[in-house]
């Protein structure tokens, strides 16, 4: 039990255990509880239970403790005492146990100590009470002696490298453990131990540790252990003088495991701990040991080949530290002596272990100080980067502590010199190790800390003498702010700010003059790209305004403070150079005109900007700024010959070639200007003539560079003077003075490119100067015709397959600005001007990245001109001009062209539409022919050209809705444009979100009357430039404005048709043509009519394009109606039939045949065919009549099976002839297989167009008609009016369709056949013949369709027919009469005729013997007819005629004619 109310700490502080929160029960018996039912990880409970231990000082109770020490006890016993998760988690708890109980813990540990003697050892025992001394050193003295002997006798025991790590950990701990007691004994409440005694026993064991361990063990673990062990136990025997001879001795042993060891960090926190106890002893050390120790550490640290951390290099620099404080002269004797080693690496440690001991700033060391910075100095010429980054450490340690100003000045200027060396060893190659020692250089100014004694004395003034050159640029932000820090810690101490110093100071410091200051620090303050460095130059100006001019009082407290905030206002990013510099340029005037009364010190001032710009070293942006400083400086100078002198010295004299000098020229003589207008005038007209005279005398030599540099530095300064000119004196003298003088410039030079922009930008900052000077917009430019006509030249002076430069963007721009200026010039010429530029710009092929962005701005430039001219014209005439000239280049097979176009289109549109809302107009004139071509460019292959086309048809939707009434977009159901134009920005990865059907649709819905052409010949220019994919595209818009527009195009249907059938003729990929084939249709749906007759009016109607588009209509759903209209067509087609063919006729009649044809064929069902056969086989078929030709009569009998008769036939024949192609495929979709091979067969078609087998093949036809059950009743209805028909022709056809429809009359059509038994016996009379013939044909057939109606008329039909039948000059009509009489007696008997029988047997007597066939075979058929009609007493009649005739009979028998001969006779 503690006897002691208070508990020890290692660090010495105490805790009182009553007056703490008692720890929670629950949770501590819950842990205790899961331990011993073995539940869970083990190793987890006990972190967790470690855990709540560290957190809480409440004292346990006495069987809680108990109960831990023996679930730690047992879990060790488990192990045998080695070491695993269990035990080193158990162990752990045992410590933090020990807070509270720690004699408890002790005792217990002890216990199992004592077991262990004579044992093996126990690595958890072991461990343990290594941790405890490591945590609570001062309470385990006690227990020092037991533990110590207990250790020494298991020395002997230790049969393993883990055991030996272990053992070495407790002596370690155990021999800092006291010697921290000897240190803080005072603190302890136990007796005192002595010194002596403890040393004893620790020394017996340091004995054994050397004797038996130093140099055995070859492992690095067990090394580190043993010299961590016997540097421990060394410190505590150091405490003993008789022992510190052996101690001293080993002492080298460890410096040698720097030798032995590979990690060294252990050796030097050994050797850091032994050095620390010697400084705590001041014992007295040899010194061979110091200079060893010395050595080594110094070895150790300049070692390259070993990876040391940063902290190990800061304990190895302590080690020396911690010697130099012991023992001063020894340890900066050692270091001095190794500046003068040749290995650089060397030296440089030494310079950083001399910095180290330097930075101490101890007494004994400060007093080696001005030693140290001599033997220092010679140094400072060395080249190597590591020797003199070594320096440049050694000198910020130094400046950290005071030493004599005197002394170090020669270390202070050391810091500018090295970074003089690396800016000029970058200007000729870029090393990283040069920037390096920049940055070092720069950390030691920003980190000079002035409250050290005697750095005021130091460094003011000296420092000054480093702001001017522009050498130290890169260190100005923590010169200027140490200055400024100077001067106020200067104010604070001596109450002024110019307190005179020591002569001998004065003389040493290379102080700059007040102008020199002045303009270097406003050179600082122009830099844009550092914010700091601009303050802090300021806050100087503000410091030194005493010492630059004793005018500056006044107003430098008020400015300064001004231009501080400005830039505090100002981010980084977001200050604006040209501002910026324009504000400090105002600062400089309002300075210089504070000094006016002084003109010599302005004389001064001006010299002194000349020779700063005459320094090489200042880069382009101080030169430039300079430049500005000296025009501004000029401007404020009284002194007109100075001012004259200067700036004809800087025409002359510069050198142009570089940009900056050229541009710096400009800028010295306009900044002057501004007050000194007509002397820097009189200035450039001297020079101006001087330069031409020069140039003159020079011809001889070729390529002088820096006299044309010349020639271009004078026009630019032209235009730079005109810009600062004074607006009331400009225009007076702008014209003759500048822009002439610019002009005659031009034409002298040699027009290099440098010229060229030149000219590009004098006459462009002319151009502005007149705009701000001509407020009344009255001034008009005489020689503007003759500028346009030099940048024309300019522009088309390279071809377009070169790529853009500055002079095409300049130019670009300076057209947008002269077309502001008077006069104007015609629209015409404006518009060439339009077209040469787009054809530069757009047309060059693209470039490298680097002049990517120039074409950007060459494009923007081109928009902003075409906007330009076409706000100035005003008219939709200029915009419809201009749109026609994009176009070609919108529609081009480049995608980056058409990129660019769009661009161009884009601008130009956003200034239309602002001019379209100011008109009247109530349409976009070219909305046709721009969605045309932009809406196919939504699926371009560019996401570029996908984004800008859909940003044009946007904006053109708004231009047309901005026209269209909102009553007028109600009627047509027009929706808002807003939702589309959102709708065309939806994009992903600049694609349409929807099908551009869609879109297309949409847009269509916004298009007006009258530019559907104007739209189609877009998309057709598209059709031919474009890829398939965006020829898809096209089409898709196409189809999308037929299906939305294509009702209201009523008007421009047959302009629409011959475009359509022109780019048929034209294109020959599948997929478009299959495209302008659906626009056909889509077409036809809304205009059949007028679509069909367009495209009967084409030309070449035997194409092939031509068939497909009659087949695409004939195989849609418009294919009847298509076909009906073009029957139509054909039937109305004139009837009469000249002698000769109309030639304007029979061309349109081959076109209505063809299509005819190729519409039926394509048809998709055959009823469409069969609805319209009463309307086509007439027509057809009266067609075929008409083109017979003469009249001719037909033989009664039929042609031979399969008879073709072909021959040469003439034109008449051939039109015949397709006719009956077009009749065939008409009949070849309605009739079956069978009926179409009867056809065939008996050979109608060849036939039907010939004149003596017309009727015939009629008549076949009418019969398979028939059987196929095609005769409707709308069918005889369409040929009845062909009875009364004026053409014979006509007549002869109908006849020969009724006379074979007789025979077997349709039922529901028959009651319209029985009135033409009455017509037959009238046409019997007509003139015609072949009507004749046909009508007593249909007579014949007429008795078996239609008996009664036969049998009403028979006295009249028959007396007819004999009267017929003795017509000898028409043998056809006779013979058809004997047939149709023949027909008569063989279906109704003969009764009734009376006479007429006997009559007709005597004529037909007298046909017997004819010559004619036709005759013979029509008489026997008649005559037989009559033999079996002869009854009662006809009887004897018949046979006393028979008798008469037997020869003739027999002779029958016999006739030359099968058909003849092959008839029955009586």
């Known amino acids: 039990m503690n006897k002691h109310p208070l508990i020890y700490h290692k660090d010495g502080g105490r805790e009182t255990g009553s007056e703490t929160v008692a720890i929670s029960a629950t949770v501590v018996n819950s842990l205790l509880k899961k331990l011993q039912d073995r539940e869970g990880d083990r190793a987890e409970t006990y972190r967790h239970l470690q855990h709540v231990l560290q957190g809480d000082d409440t004292r346990l109770q006495s069987g809680v403790v108990n109960r831990v020490l023996a679930e730690v006890s047992g879990d060790m016993k488990a192990a045998q005492g080695a070491m695993n998760n269990v035990t080193a988690a158990a162990g752990d708890v045992l410590v933090a146990l020990a807070r509270s109980h720690f004699e408890f813990v002790m005792s217990e540990l002890q216990g199992h100590l004592k077991t262990m003697r004579g044992g093996a050892c126990q690595e958890f025992v072991l461990t343990t009470l290594s941790k405890l001394a490591s945590s609570y050193a001062l309470r385990c003295i006690p227990f020092v002696e ?155 640290l300049g070692d390259e080949t070993r990876q040391h951390s940063a902290g190990h290099k800061e304990e190895l620099r302590q080690c020396i530290v911690l010697q130099a404080r012991i023992y001063p002269e020894e340890t900066v004797t050692f270091l001095l002596s190794q500046l003068s080693s040749e290995n650089q690496g060397s030296r440089g440690t030494a310079l950083t272990l001399l910095g180290a001991v330097a930075r101490s700033d101890e007494p004994a060391v400060r007093e080696k100080l001005p030693l140290i910075v001599e033997a220092v100095q010679p140094l400072f010429t060395e080249s190597g980067t590591q020797l003199r980054r070594a320096l440049l450490g050694f000198i910020k340690d130094l400046l950290s502590v005071s030493i004599p100003s005197c002394l170090a000045w020669d270390v202070v200027a050391h810091i500018f010199v090295e970074f003089r060396r690396a800016s000029d060893r970058l200007a000729v190659e870029d090393v990283q190790e040069e920037r390096d020692l920049q940055a070092q250089c720069i950390g030691i100014l920003e980190s000079l800390d002035l409250s050290v004694e ?145 003109q010599p010190w302005v004389v001064c001032l001006s010299r002194e900007l000349s020779q700063q710009l005459s320094n090489p070293s200042s880069s382009a942006e101080d030169k430039n700024f300079l430049y500005q400083a000296l025009g501004t400086v000029l401007a404020s100078c009284r002194q007109l010959t100075h001012v004259q002198g200067q700036l004809l010295k800087y025409l002359k004299e510069t050198d142009a070639t570089s940009p900056c000098d050229r541009q710096g020229i400009a800028s010295v ?77 031009f034409h002298a030079c040699r027009k290099e490119l440098q010229h060229k922009l030149a000219l590009l930008n004098g006459i462009k900052e002319v151009t502005c100067a007149i705009q701000a000077a001509d407020t009344k917009h009255s001034f008009r430019l005489c020689k503007k015709p003759e500028v346009l006509e030099i940048l024309l030249d300019l522009m088309e002076e390279d071809a377009c397959d070169t790529p853009v430069s500055q002079v095409h963007l300049k130019m670009l721009q300076l057209l947008e600005q002269l077309s502001t200026l008077k006069p104007c010039m015609d629209w015409e010429y404006r518009c060439s001007q339009v077209a040469v530029c787009c054809w530069r710009v757009l047309s060059c092929p693209p470039e490298e990245t680097e002049l990517q962005s120039l074409q950007t701005s060459c494009e923007e430039a081109l928009g902003q001109l075409v906007s330009a001219l076409l706000k100035a014209e005003g008219t939709s005439s200029a915009f419809a001009d201009v749109v026609s000239i994009l176009l070609c280049h919108l529609t081009s097979t480049k995608a980056w062209e058409r990129e660019r176009a769009l661009q161009v289109c884009a601008q130009l549109l956003g200034t239309y539409e602002e001019l379209f809302k100011c008109s009247r107009e109530r349409t976009c004139s070219q909305f046709g022919s721009l969605v045309g071509v932009l809406g196919p460019l939504l699926s371009d292959s560019q996401a570029t050209s996908r984004q800008r086309a859909g940003a044009c048809l946007s904006c053109l939707l708004r231009i047309q809705a901005c026209g269209m009434t909102k009553t007028r977009r109600a009627v047509l159901q027009v929706p808002d444009c807003k939702e589309l134009c959102e709708r065309l920005k ?31 010949d877009a998309i057709m220019k598209t059709f031919e430039c474009a890829n398939e994919e965006r020829a898809q595209a096209a089409g898709d818009w196409m189809i999308g404005f037929l299906e939305a527009c294509g009702k209201e195009i009523r008007p421009e249907v047959p302009e629409v048709v011959n475009i359509l059938w022109k780019a048929m003729y034209t294109m020959q990929q599948g997929t478009l043509r299959d495209l302008l084939l659906k626009a056909a249709r889509l077409l036809a749906g809304f205009h059949l009519q007028p679509v069909v007759d367009s495209l009967l009016q084409t030309e070449l109607p035997s194409e092939r394009d031509m068939v497909q588009l009659w087949r695409s209509l004939g195989s849609s759903d418009l294919g009847p109606q298509v076909l009906r209209h073009l029957a139509e067509r054909l039937d109305k087609a004139p009837e009469t039939r000249p002698l000769c063919n109309d030639a304007d006729q029979e061309p349109h009649r081959l076109k209505l045949l063809c299509a005819i044809s190729e519409v039926v064929s394509a048809l998709l069902t055959a009823e469409a065919v069969r609805d319209l056969l009463p309307h086509l086989l007439p027509v057809l078929l009266q067609w075929v009549s008409n083109e017979l030709g003469v009249e001719l009569l037909f033989p009664p009998l039929s042609p031979p099976r399969g ?54 093949s009629v008549q076949l036809l009418t019969s398979v008609l028939l059987r196929a059950r095609l005769v409707s009743r709308a069918l005889i209805q369409t040929f009845l009016p062909w009875l009364h028909s004026p ?107 009376g006479g007429a029988f006997r009559r007709i047997a005597r004529s037909t007597r007298k046909f017997l013997d004819a010559k004619q066939e036709d005759l013979r075979f029509a008489a026997f058929s008649l005559y037989t007819a009559l033999a079996a009609g002869a009854k009662d007493n006809l009887t004897t009649f018949f046979s006393g005629e028979v008798e008469q005739i037997l020869g003739s009979l027999f002779l029958h028998l016999q006739d030359p004619s099968c058909a003849v001969s092959s008839v029955r006779t009586p």
């Open 146 to 300: 037991m533990t110590l002997l207990a250790l020494h006798a298991m020395l002997r025991q230790v049969e393993s490298s883990r055991i030996l790590r272990t053992i070495c950990s407790v002596l370690e701990q155990w021999s800092r453990a006291i010697n921290a007691y000897f240190n803080a004994w005072e603190q302890c409440p136990f007796p005192r131990i002595g010194e002596k005694q403890l040393c004893e026993q620790v020394y017996s064991l340091f004995c054994h540790a050397v004797v038996n361990w130093l140099g055995r063990h070859k492992k690095e673990e067990d090394k580190q252990a043993i010299f961590g062990a016997v540097t421990a136990m060394m410190a505590v025997v150091l405490h003993d003088a008789q022992h510190q001879d052996r101690v001293w001795k080993q002492v080298v042993w460890l410096l040698q495991q720097y030798q032995e060891v590979q990690d060294t960090s252990r050796v030097t926190e050994s050797l850091h701990y032994f050095l620390k106890t010697l400084e705590e002893l001041h014992a007295v050390a040899p010194k061979d040991k110091l200079h060893a120790i010395a050595a080594a550490v110094h070895h150790e």
């Open 454 to 598: 005697g750095m005021t004395e130091l460094l003011w003034p000296r420092l000054l003498q480093y702001v001017v050159p522009a050498q130290y640029c890169g260190m100005l932000v923590p010169l200027l702010r140490c200055l400024q820090a100077l001067i106020e810690r200067q104010k604070q101490t001596e109450g002024q700010e110019d307190t005179e110093k020591p002569a001998d100071v004065q003389e040493q410091a290379k102080k700059p003059t007040p102008q020199a200051l002045l303009v270097r620090l406003l050179v600082v303050a122009a830099c844009d790209q550092c914010r700091e460095c601009a303050v802090a130059a300021l806050q100087l100006l503000q410091a030194l305004q005493s010492r630059i001019h004793s005018s500056l009082r006044g107003l430098w407290p008020i400015s300064i403070p001004c231009m501080l905030q400005y830039l505090e206002e100002k981010t980084e990013g977001f200050l604006d150079s040209e501002e910026w510099q324009c504000y400090l340029l105002k600062f400089l005037t309002e300075s210089v005109e504070e000094m006016l009364v002084d």
């Open 669 to 745: 003589v306009s900044y002057a200007a501004e007050r000194h207008f007509y002397l820097a005038l009189d200035a450039m007209r001297k020079f101006t003539k001087w330069l031409i005279t020069f140039d003159r005398c020079r011809k001889a030599q070729k390529g002088h560079q820096r006299a044309q540099a010349t020639w271009a530095a004078a026009m630019l300064t032209y235009g730079k003077v005109a810009l600062h000119a004074p607006k009331s004196e400009l225009l007076a003298c702008v014209e003759e003075d500048i822009l002439a003088n610019i002009l005659e410039l």
């Open 986 to 1016: 939806s994009t992903e990865d600049g694609s349409l979100c929807e099908e551009p059907a869609k879109i297309a649709k949409g847009v269509c819905q916004y298009f007006p009357q009258g530019q559907a052409r104007s739209f189609m």
């Open 1203 to 1256: 008879l073709l008769l072909f021959k040469d036939m003439g034109q008449e024949e051939q039109l015949c002839g397709l006719y009956c192609d077009a009749l065939e495929q008409v009949l070849r979709r309605c009739l079956d297989e069978r009926w179409q091979q009867v056809l065939f067969r008996h050979g109608v078609w060849p036939s039907l167009d010939l004149p003596q087998w017309h009727c015939n």
């Open 1287 to 1393: 053409l014979p022709n006509l007549q002869v056809t109908a006849l020969a369709f009724f006379a074979e429809l007789m025979k077997d009359p349709p039922a529901e059509g028959k009651d319209l056949l029985k009135p033409l038994v009455r017509l037959f016996l009238e046409k019997l009379q007509h003139p015609s013949c072949a009507v004749q013939h046909m009508a007593a044909r249909g007579l014949g057939s007429a008795v078996s369709g239609l008996p009664k109606k036969v049998q009403k008329h028979k006295r009249s039909i028959v007396a007819a027919l004999e009267r017929e039948m003795r017509n000898v000059d028409h043998p056809e009509v006779a013979a058809e009469s004997m047939l149709a009489l023949a027909e008569i007696l063989a279906k109704q008997t003969a009764k009734g005729l």
